[in-house]
């Protein structure tokens, strides 16, 4: 790794073996070719097929947008930190990349909360939903998923990077990530921080009670369906994102909610990539997969490439 002055850090990415970096770096490029093209097809199939036009697949169309972002933050740096063995980041570098990561990983939270409402509105209360979810209503809920997460981002950040950095300057990890660069903070101003990370906590805890009970009755009115047809269409419209929202937040919370340990180990990089490169990639697959609507979009997308180029 390149040596490091007082204006930056040092990323120590994923292995100290030249080898088994380019191999990692190797497979985080697959895996990131396979979340931009998958993303890349959901926001084209909603964009051109009429059918798709409704709440539901608005909201679907910009969560791709955001797993696109969101995995464009970390990972593209990551392959380039290998395939260069040179793991230097300037501090500037670090605070857009730490501000970008929480404003995307917030926004994205915020958005499954508000595609779990558009669920419950649909299912539970079906003659009131054109009401509920107009256009205007849905073009400001999506504002407001961009605005929480801009002001979650510069409030992390701003209490983050306005501490002194003590001794090492090392991260153990692929991204400035802020729990690593907690580790880094001098004891005694850590304090600036705990406010924002209580907030954080807070905001979190409210999405995902209100995630769960929005689920809560879902399945409770899910099961009183006297269809089964009925019950299977349900079921197939939010079973992909409840799997979402688990894998997202078991991740990230495990990760960010256990006591932090001195010495780096090889599952704060797995817990890492479990919700930063994951679910972006998987995203697409497991609303696809599941969805009909959403697969026959897709073959009129390939349809008309198709048609296209001959």
């Not at 990530?177 to 880094?184: A, G, H, R, S, V």
Request: aromatic share 14%; hydrophobic share 50%; with cysteine.
């Amino acid at each position: 790794m390149a040596n490091f002055t007082m204006s930056g850090f040092v990323l120590m990415g994923f292995s100290a073996k030249p080898e088994l970096e380019l191999f990692h770096a190797s497979l985080f490029l697959v895996l990131y070719m396979v979340a931009v093209i998958g993303n890349v097809l959901i926001i084209t199939a909603v964009s051109m097929d009429n059918s798709l036009h409704s709440p539901m697949y608005f909201f679907l169309k910009h969560l791709s947008f955001l797993d696109l972002c969101y995995i464009s933050v970390t990972v593209p740096r990551a392959i380039y930190t290998s395939f260069m063995h040179s793991g230097y980041i300037s501090f500037g570098e670090c605070v857009v990349q730490s501000f970008s990561f929480i404003l995307f990983s917030a926004a994205e939270l915020s958005m499954l909360t508000l595609m779990s409402y558009d669920r419950y509105v649909a299912i539970c209360l079906p003659l009131h939903y054109e009401i509920i979810m107009d256009v205007n209503k849905c073009v400001h809920s999506v504002l407001g998923v961009w605005i929480s997460g801009i002001i979650t981002g510069i409030m992390h950040s701003a209490a983050t990077f306005s501490m002194h950095f003590c001794g090492s300057h090392i991260i153990h990890q692929f991204f400035c990530d802020i729990p690593q660069l907690l580790k880094l903070s001098c004891s005694s101003e850590f304090i600036s921080d705990i406010g924002v990370i209580g907030f954080l906590i807070v905001m979190a805890f409210l999405c995902i009670t209100f995630i769960g009970l929005s689920y809560t009755k879902i399945f409770s009115t899910v099961l009183r369906m006297p269809s089964a047809e009925g019950r299977a269409k349900a079921f197939s419209t939010c079973l992909p994102h409840l799997a979402v929202v688990i894998l997202f937040m078991s991740s990230s919370g495990f990760e960010y909610l256990r006591p932090p340990s001195d010495s780096p180990s090889a599952l704060d990089i797995f817990l890492t990539i479990m919700y930063t490169v994951v679910p972006p990639t998987l995203n697409p697959m497991i609303y696809s997969l599941r969805n009909k609507a959403m697969k026959a979009a897709l073959r009129k997308v390939f349809q008309r490439r198709k048609a296209d180029v001959f």
